[in-house]
C-alpha cells in the first residue's frame, strides 16, 4: 500500500515576463530611468563585480536613484536577472535556418561558439539560467532557431531535443569551466599560461599524482596549441566535431 504524501503546492517560480513590468515606463519619471537603461546597467553590474555583490541598492546607487524608484519596474531582484539573462541572450547573432543553401552543420557550429563565448564573457548567466523559465523574447528566439536548425539534420522528430541537450548542454559546460577557469586567473594577476603551468607544478607535487600528470602532460602536448586559449579552442572545436559526427551518424543509422 503506498504511503500517502502531502501535495507539494509550491508555486512555479513566476517570471517578470507574465508581469509586464519588463514594458513598463520609457520615459516620464522623475528619474528618466527605463528598462533598457536598468538591464543594461544590470549586465555591466555583473559584469563586473558578479553575482553575490549584485543588488537593488547596488544597481540604484550605480544609476544615481533611489532604490525604491527601481520597483516601479519590477517587483524583485530575481526580475532584474530575469531582464539581464535575457540581454545576453539578445547579443547573440542568429544564423537564418530557412536559408536553403545553408549547412545546418555550420550553422551549429557558429551558435555553439557563440553560446560558449556568451558564457565565458558574462560568467554570471551559467548559475542563473537554470533559475528561471527562460522566456524572455531573446532567449525564446534562439531556442527557436536551434530547433530549427537542428530540425534540418534529418533526424526523428523524438530525437531533435536530444541531439539539442547533447550539443548545448555541452557547451554549457564548457563554457560555465571555462569562465571559472579565468576568474581564477584575474584573481591572481597572472597571465593564463603562468597559471596553468604553476597548476601543473602544484598537482605534480601531490602524493600519487605523478603518473597521471605525466599521462596528461602528453597528451595536453599532443593536442598543440601555442597558448592556452589555443588548447581549450582546440579541445573545444574537436569535441564539437564529434557531437556532429554523432548526430550524422544518427541520422544514416535511420
Do not use: C
Request: glycine share 10%; net charge negative.
Amino acid at each position: 500500500m503506498k504511503e500517502d504524501r502531502p501535495k507539494d503546492d509550491r508555486p512555479v517560480r513566476g517570471s517578470v515576463w507574465r508581469t509586464g513590468k519588463e514594458r513598463r515606463g520609457r520615459g516620464g519619471q522623475p528619474s528618466g530611468l527605463d528598462r533598457d537603461r536598468i538591464t543594461a546597467t544590470s549586465v555591466t553590474l555583473l559584469d563586473a563585480e558578479g553575482l553575490d555583490r549584485f543588488s537593488m541598492r547596488r544597481l540604484a546607487a550605480e544609476l544615481n536613484v533611489t532604490a525604491m524608484s527601481l520597483y516601479w519596474y519590477v517587483d524583485t531582484k530575481d526580475d532584474l536577472l530575469e531582464l539581464a539573462l535575457d540581454a545576453a541572450f539578445g547579443e547573440l547573432p542568429l544564423p537564418d535556418p530557412e536559408e536553403e543553401a545553408a549547412d545546418w552543420r555550420e550553422q551549429l557550429r557558429t551558435l555553439a561558439v557563440d553560446y560558449r563565448a556568451m558564457m565565458v564573457r558574462h560568467p554570471w548567466l551559467s548559475p542563473i539560467a537554470g533559475r528561471f523559465l527562460n522566456i524572455g523574447p531573446n532567449s525564446l528566439a534562439f531556442s527557436r532557431v536551434v530547433q530549427q536548425v537542428v530540425g534540418r539534420a534529418g533526424l526523428p522528430a523524438h530525437g531533435v531535443t536530444g541531439a539539442i541537450s547533447a550539443v548545448f548542454q555541452f557547451v554549457y559546460g564548457y563554457g560555465t569551466i571555462e569562465g571559472h577557469f579565468h576568474a581564477r586567473i584575474a584573481d591572481t594577476g597572472l597571465s593564463a599560461e603562468e597559471y596553468f603551468q604553476q597548476s601543473l607544478t602544484v598537482a605534480s607535487e601531490v602524493a600519487g599524482t605523478s603518473e597521471v600528470m605525466r599521462e596528461s602532460r602528453a597528451l595536453m602536448d599532443a593536442r598543440g596549441g601555442d597558448t592556452v586559449q589555443e588548447m581549450l579552442d582546440r579541445d573545444f572545436a574537436f569535441a564539437l566535431d564529434l557531437l556532429i559526427a554523432g548526430i550524422e551518424a544518427m541520422v544514416a543509422r535511420g
